[in-house]
Each structure stands twice: as structure tokens, then as C-alpha cells.
């Protein structure tokens, strides 16, 4: 092909983008461009590659022969050729370096860079070397002026970059051959920067042996292109050198060398040196003695500390004081998984994994997004930790090696273990992509098309690059999802179970250590659980032998996993062969995660679910509480088919069992707001009080030989169920009002009423598979001492001669709203006044509200409750909030229609907008009372019975922070929430209510 016969089209079709651009620079090149094209076409991007070809060019010395015999080389060995144009073509960075010194393309020109990687020791000699530095001596010292010999470092570091970088990308090297040839590398220069520290230092170099060990991927053999290198300091004074003075003169050349390798020069910089993995972080001495060290690992050191360790490796300076550091540090690392706190530590190492992500990186992290680098490194260390103890084989600190060992020990099945490793290589590979371009650290996939386009060629897709880099990383990152939780949790039930195929095998001891690094507190009883699931040969057992792998997977992620996989035991074995339960929870993936999150969570909803396994079949349906119209007319059905009344309230509250555990799981799974679910309570108490009341009137009737009921009934709800704020634990507080009908008798009417009343509250309260309803008439007039059941003219005759001002805050909450609708209106009719003093209250009833208010805060609080956690009469808890409510109520209700109501909220609201309140005293009240009431629900659920104080239990305090929204691990950080929260409402209620 002449020059002239080269077009833009063709170009183009070979994978150019800049045609126009690229042709006039191939013609700078000259005739060797036409035998140059293929080349440049398999290149990450054939536009940089020939401008860099044109800029090295330039660069070289103007001397004879110069640019000719490069370009004659780049003619006569394709090796040259294709390692040197796969340099410019994926990265600007060594494209750079070639540029400043030009000579260095010969280094590419060497056959033996296709077939070998440069022996450990070899790059070591030649780092010394560069900087003056004699490799045979124990302590090797730099000769030379010290800013020049940092810039040889940085460009004799380049160099040895340059060469495996084209062997990386001209030849196909091995992602792990890659990695472990930049650490020996980092090694190297470890040990070269620390021979210019030596010179900097002097003779007080020789007062300490001070050894360097690598953690992380260089420790593992690992390294990135652009990594941090993590390092541990290590010293001993040299024989009779003063201890102080050695320890000055350790700390003086770790931190030179520190400084040597990360300050930035004209030939930039290599990379940080990070001691933070020191005993102490960044707060602890930057070096410390073998005996220091090992004082601090036996008594203070976490299990991620260990986790750590697990990597190092001495690299540079004594090499004899680095394997007596590393051989100190093994057996702690290996018994981590016996010490306190394995578990709690094991998960917040997991949490690690799902670090914050910034929502626009979430899809494109590649190291700490879902089905990343991380999730592969996570699995396969913690597979070490629980399972090395006892098992040397797989302590290798490589991933792809220990995750070969793991497969080859059974840990991990063959199969899984080949896709996992492919996976980790491309992710590795695509990394190290990334990284080459500009060398710069970084993680994030580019957003960029030709970014993108340059990476996807770099990974050998040369048609469709995005497409295809788009296909091949979701597939990868798909199946380490995948693998994730199968490698943890599929191969326990083989402890238990005979699985088909190619299936890691686990002794039961294996089992038991892996249930307990995944938080199973009592994983003896974990493993029976699985072994009655899972045995036989039948369909069930089968179907469980699929689900239980998602499903352990799904409790370990809740707060108590072991009351999870029991609760499921129980439920499974309940429903035995009911033919939709397991296949509604294979093939419906939510139903299965729904109920995991509720088991793992709920005693009070799992109670439910036990009493009504059915329930199950909720969890794949919408879980918003049902309107009351609804509710009713299910429950009247459901009594309609009973002849009996003990039945019939039996049927009735069924349903109502079954709608608390719809409320409750869509509370768990975050689905329901807190105002809904005291709405929904409330409206599903109505239509139970509604039904029973049906019921329980026909009964009576039937009993006393009456054709029709002698007086009309209403109930009125009062309290948290009157302003349609009912918690899980909650009584039903009502009033029962009743009206003769016309030409009844008094007496016999009231005992009618009576009968209903005592019998309604009876059957409600019955023990049973269901809840009971307690229903409480306490708030009447004259409360316990006081008429069950009143006329409507009877309560008219009280509140107008005895009524004090509590019974008016009292009514502020009631709601008629059972019964008979005529009688309902007319007794709020009768109680507003009372309740909406049109004046307003007087002074006098203002001042015996807050003495009320002084005397239960002194009085009702529990003995032993602690106030600032108490959740109803704590400090800016639910009463000081509704109490503050309800006398703004009280006082301007006359005069503002608005307060007219017994809600909370919608008052708060309303108090607001009459300029009541302050918008900001409105909105803190606000967001405390939802937060306390939704804690106070959250307790119940956890616990199973109400609570009015926050757990002191770890295990509940986690589940109700988890019920709360928060991550797991911080319920220390939702008691910090709550208590400031309650603070700043309880300084606002000090200002409103008492002042």
C-alpha cells in the first residue's frame, strides 16, 4: 500500500478516530507507516499510538541515523514493533516518559521480554545500582547527590514499568505474573529508596537494623500499576547502640524513605508509602521493636488487624528482623477467628466491602461495587480466616492462589472456583487498563465514549469495544454476585446434606466455624435446622437444598439470623407439603427476601406468621394497611358463616391476625410510613370492635329472648386508638355510650348495654392463636369506679357538674367512631364544647395541666427506666410532645377549627399555620414524635412485646436500628440520633409548654 493509496475511509475501518489527524502524522512517519498499520490497528487506541510514535520521534537526538534506526528496528522485529506501539497506544503516561527520555525505547527492542519475567533479585540489583549502591553489602548505601539520585529512582522505576507494561500488553502476561512483578518491583525500590535515606542519615544509619515489611497487595504479591504501598516499620538497635538513639535513627529512615518515594520532582513521583496499618494507625509511633509489636498484637489488636497481617511480607532493609516480624505475627493471625469479637469484627470487614459509594460511581466502581474486586478479596480472606486455622494449605496471601487452594481443599467447588478466577483476572486486567493510561490511582469505569472505547480495545474487543467491554464486565460481575453467596453458603448444607454434583464439601466443624464467622450465634443449632430441612430425598427437601443457600445468605444479612433460620424451620414445617409454599419461595425471588428480612428481624411479626403461615403469600402482595370499609365487610363475611359467637369473634380475629402481620412486615421492610401504620391499626381496631359488636349484640339478644335490642350502642375510641396513633402493644381505650330506644325500658336497656359491653371485651381478650384486643374503659367518668356503659344523657349530666380539665384533654382524642352513627355524631356534638373551650382555658386550668404534667413525669416513669432513653416519658418523648399539643388545643382550639382534631400531626400542623408555633418549633416536634413513635414500634416488633424504652440488649438495639433505616453496625450512632433528636424537641417543649 503507498502512502497515497492510504485513506481515511481505511482507517477508520481499521480502528482510527481521528482519521484526518492520524493520516497527516502517518505521513510524518513516511514510507515505514504502511507496514506499521496492522500493528497499530490491534492497538487500545491507533490515533494516540502513531501521534506518540511522531512525538518520540521528534524527541530523539538530532544525531545520524537516530529516528532511521528506530523506525528500521520497528520494520525488521515485529516483537519491537508491537511491544512499543501497545505502550503508546494505552498509555499517555509512558508515552510521556518515552518523550523525556527517548533513548529508552531500546529497552523495548529485546527479544527476551516475550518469554521471561525478571527474577526478583535481579530488579532488586538493578535499583541499587542506579542510585550508586553496592547489592552485596547488608545494608546497601546510595552514593551520589541526593536530589539527583531521587530523579534516578523515579527513572530507573520507569524504566523497569516501561518494559513490563509492553511485555503486559504486546504478550499476553498473566494478570497475577503482572501483579507480582510490580511488587517485586515496588520491592526494589523500597529497597533503593532506603539506601538514599542511609546516605542522608549517615553514620546514624547504623545505630538501627530496621526492616520494611509490605502489607496489602504488595505484601500479597499483588500490586497495581498506581497502588499506595502499605508498609510496617520495624527495628532492633544495632549491638550496643542506645535504645533511644536507635529509635530516633529508625524513625528518621522510615520517614526519609517515605518522603524519597512520594514527593513529587521533575520526574514526578513513584507512589505513597502508607504506614496507617501500624499498630495504632496513624496515632501510633511510625516504629516500633519486635517486642512492641508483638505486646500490641496480644493484647490490643482488632481482627481486621489480623486480616491485614494475613498479606505481610519483609521487602526491604533486614531481611533476617522482617521474617522474625512475620513469623511472630502468624499464629495470631491464624487463631484470630478464636478471639471475642470474631464475628462483630467479620462483619464490619463485610461492611467494608459495602462502603459508600457515590450514587453516580455505584454502577461503574469497580473495586468496591457490587460484584467488584472486593466482593472476590472479601470471600476469599474470609474462607482463610475461618478455615486456615486448621488447614495450612490455604494460607497462600495471593487471591488468585489461595482462591485455587480453597477449590483445590474443597472449600470452594471446581467449577465456581474457575468462573471466580476468570472473573477476578478480568476485573484485575481491566484495573490495570484503567491505571496505564495516565498511571493515576483510580477505580471508577470512565463515563467518556472514547475513554470507554480505548479501554474495550485495550481488553482485545476491537470491533464494538463499548459493547463488547459493557457484555463481558456484566457477565463477570453477574456471576461474582453469584458466587458470593454460594461460596458461603451452599457448601454448609453439604455438612448436613448430600448435594449433587460438583459441591465444596465441609465437615460439620468446617460448617459450624463458617456459620459463626457469618454471625450465627449458635450454629450447633444452625446445623440442625439444616439437617431437618434438608434430609430425604423428597420434592420439599430438594427445593429447600436450592433456597436455603439465598436464604442463610438473607439472615446472616439480618440482626439475628439464628432466630431467622429457626423461624423458618417452624413455618416450613407448619405448611409441610403445602404444594405452594416452597415453590412460591423459589420462583418468587421478593417473597423469599421479604420473609427472610421478617424473620430475621420480627418476634412479633414471625409470631404472627406462625399462627398463620399463610401469611407467606402476603409477603408477594401489595402490603398497604386496608381501609376499614373493606375490613369490615371481610369480617362480617367471615362471622356470617359461624353460629356460634366465640367463633365467629374467632374468625374476626383471624383476620385481624392477618392484617397485623400485613402492617407489620410492610413497617419491616421500610414500605409503610409511621402515620400509616398508626392509621391502619386504627382503622383495622374499628372494624374488629365494628363486627364484635354485631356479633356480640345478636348473642345477647339470642340469650335474653329479645326480638331487637332494647337501646342503641356506640363505642368511642379515645387515647393513642382515638387519634389513629395505635402501636402494635397498644390497648384499645374506649368509651361505651348507649340510647334507649324509644318506649324501652331504662334498667332493662342499661343491662343489655352492660352485657354487650362485658361480653365484647371478654371474647376480644380470650387466649388464643391470635392476639388478644384488650379493650379498656378506664377514661370513663369515674374511671374503674365508674358505670361499663353510660346513656348518652348520663355522660351529659357528668361532664356538665364534675368534669375537670384532664377529661377535657382526655376527649381532645376521642372519636366515635364504632356503632351507631346517629348516637356517634351526637356525642361529639355534646363533648365539643368541653373539649374547645370557645374562651379558651383560663389561668387556673393552664397551671393544673402542667401540675398533671409534673406529676406523671415524677410519677409514672418505671423504677429503673432510664429517662433520656424512655420512649413515651422520656425527655422530649411522646408525652412531653402531645402533651405540648394538646394544650395549645386547649387554649386556642376555640378559635382555630383547625386544632379540632385528635391527631397529632394534623394539629402540630394546623398550631403552625395559626402562628401558634414557630415553623422550626412545628417541624422538630414533628420529627420527634415520628421518630419516637417509629422507634417505639420498632421495639415491639423486635421484642414481641411492647416496650416503652430503648433496648439495652445489642443484639435488639441492632434490629431495631435496622428496622430504622440504618446500616448495619451503627445502632450506636441511632441512640446518638434519638438522644439528640429528643434533646432538641424537649428544649422546644420547656419554651411552648411551660412558659
Sequence with gaps: ??????????????????????????????????????????????????????????????????????????????????RLLAVLGASEALSDHLVRHPDQWRELDDDTLECSRPAAYAVREAMLRAVGA?????????????????????????????????????????????????????????????????????????????????????????????????????????????????NRAASQL???????????????????????????????????????????????????????????????????????????????????????????????????????????????????????LRDVEFAVQLLQMVHGRADETIRAPTTLSALADLTR???????????????????????????LHRLRRTHVIPDDPDALRRLGRSMGHLKNAVDGLHKELEHHRREVRRLHQKLFYRPLLAAVAQLPGDQARLSADAARDRLAALGYAD????????????????????????????????????????????????????????????????????VAQRLARV??????????????????????????????????????????????????????????????????????????????????????????????????????????????????????????????????????????????????????????????????????ALPGSDPALLVDADLRPEGKQGALVRTLDSYAAYYEKWSVVWEAQALLRADAVVGDLDLRRRFEDLIDPLRYPEGGLGDDDVIEVRRIKARVDQERLPRGADRKTHLKLGRGGLADIEWTVQLLQLRYAGQVPGLRTSRTLPALAAAEEAGLLASEDASLLAQAWRRVSRTRNAVTLVRGTPSDQLPSDLRERAAVAAILGYPEGTSEQMVDDHLRMTRLAHAVVERVFWE
Design 523 to 590: 450454629p450447633r443449632a444452625a446445623l440442625r435446622h439444616l439437617e431437618a430441612l434438608t434430609s430425604g430425598v423428597t420434592r420439599s427437601a430438594n427445593i429447600q437444598r436450592t433456597l436455603l443457600p439465598v436464604l442463610l445468605e438473607w439472615f446472616a444479612d439480618g440482626p439475628d439470623p439464628d432466630a431467622g433460620l429457626f423461624g423458618f424451620r417452624r413455618i416450613s414445617e407448619a405448611l409441610g407439603e403445602t404444594p405452594w409454599y416452597l415453590t412460591t419461595l423459589r420462583d418468587e425471588g421478593q
Design 134 to 246: 553496592d547489592p552485596g553489602e547488608p545494608a546497601p548505601v546510595a552514593e551520589g547527590d541526593d536530589a539527583a539520585l531521587v530523579d534516578v529512582l523515579r527513572v530507573e522505576y520507569r524504566r523497569v514499568l516501561l518494559r513490563l507494561a509492553a511485555r503486559d500488553l504486546a504478550h499476553g502476561v498473566g494478570v497475577d505474573d503482572v501483579a507480582a512483578e510490580l511488587s517485586d518491583l515496588a520491592a526494589a525500590t523500597l529497597e533503593a529508596g532506603l539506601a538514599i535515606a542511609r546516605q542522608r542519615l549517615g553514620e546514624k544509619a547504623d545505630l538501627a537494623r530496621l526492616a520494611v515489611v509490605a502489607m496489602g497487595k504488595c505484601g500479597a504479591h499483588e500490586l497495581n500499576y498506581v497502588s499506595d504501598v502499605d508498609v510496617i516499620f520495624v527495628y532492633e538497635p544495632a549491638d550496643g547502640a542506645d535504645d533511644h538513639a536507635a
Design 599 to 764: 424473620l430475621s428481624t420480627s418476634r412479633y411479626a414471625t409470631s404472627l406468621l406462625e399462627r398463620e403461615p399463610q401469611g407467606v403469600r402476603m409477603l408477594g402482595q401489595s402490603l398497604a394497611p386496608l381501609d376499614a370499609e373493606s375490613l369490615t365487610a371481610e369480617m362480617r363475611a367471615a362471622a356470617a358463616r359461624r353460629d356460634d359467637a366465640e367463633k365467629a369473634v374467632r374468625a374476626v380475629r383471624a383476620v385481624r391476625r392477618r392484617e397485623l402481620f400485613r402492617i407489620a412486615s410492610g413497617d419491616l421492610l421500610g414500605l409503610t410510613d409511621v402515620e400509616d401504620v398508626g392509621a391502619g391499626l386504627s382503622r383495622l381496631t374499628d372494624a374488629t370492635l365494628e363486627v364484635t359488636l354485631e356479633v356480640v349484640g345478636e348473642s345477647v339478644r339470642r340469650s335474653k329472648g329479645l326480638e331487637q335490642a332494647p337501646t342503641r350502642m356506640a363505642m368511642v375510641a379515645m387515647g393513642r386508638y382515638g387519634g389513629f396513633e395505635l402501636s402494635y402493644g397498644s390497648d384499645a381505650d374506649v368509651l361505651f355510650v348507649h340510647e334507649p330506644v324509644g318506649g324501652a325500658d331504662g334498667h332493662e336497656a342499661a343491662t343489655y348495654a352492660q352485657a354487650v359491653a362485658n361480653e365484647l371485651r371478654r371474647l376480644l
Design 254 to 372: 522510615a520517614a526519609h524513605l517515605m518522603r524519597i518515594c512520594s514527593e513529587p520532582t521533575g520526574e514526578g513521583e513513584i507512589w505513597p508509602v502508607d504506614a496507617n496499618l501500624r499498630p495504632e494507625g496513624k496515632s501510633g509511633p511510625l516504629v516500633r521493636t519486635l517486642a512492641s509489636h508483638q505486646g500490641y498484637y496480644e493484647k490490643w489488636a482488632k481482627t481486621w488487624e489480623f486480616q491485614a497481617l494475613l498479606k505481610a511480607r519483609p521487602v526491604a532493609g533486614d531481611a533476617e528482623l522482617g521474617r522474625e516480624y512475620v513469623d511472630m505475627v502468624a499464629p495470631m493471625v491464624w487463631s484470630a477467628a478464636e478471639r471475642d469479637g470474631f464475628v462483630e469484627d467479620t462483619q464490619a470487614m463485610r461492611r467494608r466491602v459495602l462502603d459508600h459509594i457515590p450514587s453516580k460511581e455505584a454502577e461503574r466502581q469497580l473495586k468496591l461495587g457490587a460484584g467488584g
Design 409 to 435: 481443599g474443597g472449600y470452594i467447588g471446581r467449577e465456581d472456583g474457575e468462573q471466580l478466577h476468570d472473573a477476578y483476572a478480568f476485573l484485575r486486567t481491566l484495573e490495570h487498563r484503567m491505571q
Design 1 to 82: 500500500m503507498s502512502r497515497v493509496a492510504t485513506t481515511k475511509g481505511q482507517l477508520l475501518r481499521l480502528g482510527f478516530s481521528d482519521a484526518e489527524g492520524s493520516l497527516e502524522r502517518l505521513g510524518e512517519v513516511g514510507a515505514a507507516a504502511d507496514e506499521l498499520l496492522p500493528l497499530l490497528a490491534r492497538t487500545a487506541d491507533p490515533d494516540h499510538a502513531v501521534a506518540g510514535l511522531v512525538r518520540l520521534l521528534e524527541a530523539l537526538p538530532e544525531g545520524p541515523g537516530e529516528a532511521e534506526e528506530l523506525l528500521e528496528r520497528l520494520l525488521a522485529d515485529e516483537g519491537t514493533a508491537s
